[in-house]
């Protein structure tokens, strides 16, 4: 499974954004799902994960201000990102946690 992250762009520091990870089938994202991000030079690292029963998981640099989410009937699991900074600033990606292969990102730039 592949999936492919949308939604991203520029935004001022205090922003918001919502981020979409989009699937043919809802098989593909009824399975534990992560968003991840990467810094130009830095390893790409999981931000927030949200597992079969819809429970989930934030790193604290990021938990109280993005929210991951699962909707059914788009087949689209979300990240909603609020009170962002610019060390928010990264090309996010989404990608079932068991599997290896990565979609196109979405690039997310926060302004100061």
């Known amino acids: 499974v592949q999936l492919q992250a949308s939604g991203g762009g520029l935004v001022q520091a205090g922003g918001s954004l919502r981020l979409s990870c989009a699937a043919s089938?809802?098989?593909?994202?009824?399975?534990?799902i992560g968003w991840y991000r990467q810094v130009p030079g830095k390893q790409r690292d999981l931000v927030a994960s949200i597992g079969r029963s819809f429970s989930t998981n934030y790193v604290d640099s990021v938990r109280g201000r993005f929210t991951i989410s699962r909707d059914h009937a788009k087949n689209t699991v979300y990240l909603q990102m609020n009170s962002l900074k610019p060390e928010d600033t990264a090309v996010y990606y989404c990608k079932p946690l068991s599997s290896d292969k990565w979609g196109q990102g979405t690039h997310v730039t926060v302004s100061s």
């Open positions: 089938v809802y098989e593909d994202i009824a399975q534990p």
